[in-house]
């Protein structure tokens, strides 16, 4: 079969932006480097979302359909062919089609992680190599199907390593994040204070207020362990502190 033929048969992946190497900037591999392949389309539309160039179907037409070989081309022009992590992200990657992409990456030594809201399981997240869950919290404006959550962690199948990430506004936050890691009790959590600057999707060089954003966070670290909850990790978004809303680092 030639290329163009087996792209008849393959199905496009809607790419907003693929950019790296840097450091992934939140959660359990904060600081790892990694090159970010980051999908277009989310079915959620939280109210504090950072990356509505990814997510509000107004940017669709700058979304690009693109081939697993044309998208891998790309990751290994990025990481000089040396294995990387790759971070699957969004809007909510588990929309798209990303099996072949991961299987193409892992037979050439890459590790993939994903993150998600837990809205729509895949049976390819036994696939990954990290999976990370985060629930969104009541500031988000967004409900939580639990029963969804509970299937993508069954999709793992125990393969990917899996974490909780919640995202902290405020006292009804954090006692939904309690509410998540009590469901999921053998999950380690992580919490982040939340970014009540994003940018806009036009404006990346938007102000950030550092300041609130380190308050929340003493707070939320307040909180933590004023409450004995040492199971839970408190870390902030590292790319914020580094190049505030700025895209592509």
Same mark, same amino acid.
């Given at each position: 079969?030639?290329?163009?033929?087996?792209?008849?048969?393959?199905?496009?992946?809607?790419?907003?932006?693929?950019?790296?190497?840097?450091?992934?900037?939140?959660?359990?591999?904060?600081?790892?480097?990694?090159?970010?392949?980051?999908?277009?389309?989310?079915?959620?539309?939280?109210?504090?979302?950072?990356?509505?160039?990814?997510?509000?179907?107004?940017?669709?037409?700058?979304?690009?359909?693109?081939?697993?070989?044309?998208?891998?081309?790309?990751?290994?022009?990025?990481?000089?062919?040396?294995?990387?992590?790759? *971070? &699957? %992200?969004?809007?909510?990657? $588990?929309?798209?089609?990303?099996?072949? !992409?991961?299987? =193409?990456?892992? +037979?050439? /030594?890459?590790?993939?992680?994903?993150?998600?809201?837990? *809205? &729509? %399981?895949?049976?390819?997240? $036994?696939?990954?190599?990290?999976?990370? !869950?985060?629930? =969104?919290?009541? +500031?988000? /404006?967004?409900?939580?199907?639990?029963?969804?959550?509970?299937?993508?962690?069954?999709?793992?199948?125990?393969?990917?390593?899996?974490?909780?990430?919640?995202?902290?506004?405020?006292?009804?936050?954090?006692?939904?994040?309690?509410?998540?890691?009590?469901?999921?009790?053998?999950?380690?959590?992580?919490?982040?204070?939340?970014?009540?600057?994003?940018?806009?999707?036009?404006?990346?060089?938007?102000?950030?207020?550092?300041?609130?954003?380190?308050?929340?966070?003493?707070?939320?670290?307040?909180?933590?362990?004023?409450?004995?909850?040492?199971?839970?990790?408190?870390?902030?978004?590292?790319?914020?502190?580094?190049?505030?809303?700025?895209?592509?680092?």
């Amino acid at each position: 079969m030639t290329a163009p033929e087996a792209q008849l048969r393959e199905q496009p992946i809607r790419i907003s932006e693929i950019f790296g190497p840097t450091i992934q900037g939140e959660g359990p591999l904060i600081g790892l480097p990694t090159v970010f392949v980051r999908t277009g389309g989310c079915d959620y539309r939280c109210a504090w979302c950072d990356t509505l160039h990814a997510v509000d179907s107004a940017y669709r037409e700058d979304w690009k359909p693109l081939y697993v070989e044309q998208i891998w081309a790309q990751v290994e022009t990025l990481s000089g062919g040396k294995p990387i992590t790759v *971070s &699957l %992200s969004g809007g909510n990657p $588990a929309i798209q089609p990303l099996a072949a !992409l991961i299987q =193409k990456g892992k +037979s050439k /030594g890459y590790r993939f992680a994903l993150e998600t809201q837990g *809205s &729509l %399981s895949k049976d390819w997240f $036994a696939e990954l190599d990290h999976l990370v !869950l985060s629930p =969104k919290p009541p +500031s988000s /404006g967004m409900d939580t199907d639990w029963q969804a959550l509970e299937t993508c962690l069954k999709a793992a199948g125990g393969a990917p390593r899996v974490a909780l990430k919640v995202v902290v506004f405020d006292d009804a936050d954090y006692a939904f994040a309690r509410q998540a890691s009590g469901r999921f009790p053998t999950l380690p959590v992580y919490l982040q204070p939340g970014n009540h600057t994003p940018p806009p999707p036009d404006d990346d060089e938007a102000r950030v207020d550092l300041d609130g954003i380190m308050d929340r966070m003493l707070w939320l670290v307040d909180k933590v362990t004023s409450e004995r909850w040492f199971e839970a990790r408190v870390l902030p978004q590292l790319h914020v502190m580094l190049w505030g809303n700025r895209r592509g680092v």
